[in-house]
């Protein structure tokens, strides 16, 4: 906004230098030493609404003055009012940071901020400031942070609302246990073992993996938490160390190793070492059947 102050000097004094001075609600406006006859005030306020007068100085003795101009200054009302969030998605770990952006597209003057919690509308934070942009932050989320937040905004044209937006903080899982229950504390084969691995925290979905010395064996999901099992009919082989692992989509998260040890029938050994003997005969009797072999047709061809 630009103040102009006209007027003419007197005939007599045609190259008398003007000396300007403005005035708002009684109170000189800019340097007394300006005496320029404009006054710039670049971004008009609703504060700078008043009554506007300027005085022309041309002698020191003779000075003339404006009529009062009463200037009302209206400020813009807010536009559309949205939410946004950071991390974007909605879907944040227990711990991390997430701060609520509240962005208005149009307005002038002090802005109030406004952000709430669930449809009642819990209160969090109130923020005024000169800025079409202000932050909440919550420095590490729970699980009990869950829920819809919004954001108004206000310049004295009453409070203009977001949308909901919705907030799901899960909680990364724990080391899990892996418990084998069997029929027996002696193991034997044809037993069947219960291999069962549960994490004490974490939110579900959780996927549970098995494995026997490093080798996969299955995994089994967990919808609503808990844990999971896995039966296992043991055979000789199965001997050995056995862990599991948890994971709910940020890091997954292994067991300590619980062996496991199984006794071998003596029918199972007579077998084992029956067919050990076997194969070493096999082994032995080969070699010598294929030299008989070679001896008799080279005779016959010699023959």
């Known amino acids: ?76 009302p807010i536009g559309n009012v949205s939410l946004e969030i950071q991390p974007p998605g909605g879907h944040l770990m227990e711990g991390e940071k997430l701060v609520l952006v509240c962005l208005v597209t149009g307005g002038t003057g002090d802005i109030v901020f406004f952000w709430f919690r669930g449809a009642r509308g819990l209160s969090l934070k109130t923020k005024t400031q000169r800025s079409l942009m202000a932050t909440f932050e919550i420095p590490a989320v729970r699980e009990s942070d869950s829920d819809q937040y919004y954001c ?92 599991c692992e948890a994971n709910n989509g940020q890091v997954a998260q292994r067991s300590e190793v619980v062996p496991l040890n199984i006794t071998v029938p003596m029918e199972d050994r007579n077998e084992v070492l029956t067919s050990g003997a076997m194969e070493l005969l096999l082994g032995i009797l080969a070699p010598a059947t294929l030299a008989l072999l070679f001896c008799c047709w080279l005779k016959r061809k010699m023959g």
């Open 1 to 76: 906004m630009t103040l102009t102050c006209k007027t003419r000097p007197p005939p007599q004094n045609l190259d008398a230098k003007l000396q300007f001075l403005f005035y708002k609600d009684g109170r000189v406006l800019g340097l007394a030493r300006d005496s320029l006859p404009e006054f710039r005030i670049p971004a008009v306020r609703k504060e700078d609404s008043g009554s506007y007068w300027c005085q022309a100085k041309i002698t020191s003795i003779k000075v003339k003055f404006s009529h009062r101009v009463q200037i009302e200054v209206h400020r813009v």
């Open 152 to 243: 108004a905004a206000d310049n004295g044209y009453g409070p203009s609302l977001s949308e909901l937006v919705s907030i799901t903080v899960r909680i990364p899982v724990s080391h899990p246990v892996l418990t084998l229950r069997a029929p027996e504390a002696q193991l034997v084969v044809g037993h069947i073992v219960e291999l069962h691995c549960e994490a004490e925290r974490g939110s579900p979905p959780i996927l549970y993996q098995f494995y026997h010395e490093d080798v996969a064996l299955g995994n089994s999901s967990a919808p609503f938490g808990g844990g999971v099992s896995f039966n296992l009919s043991l055979t000789a082989e199965d001997s050995g160390n056995y862990y």
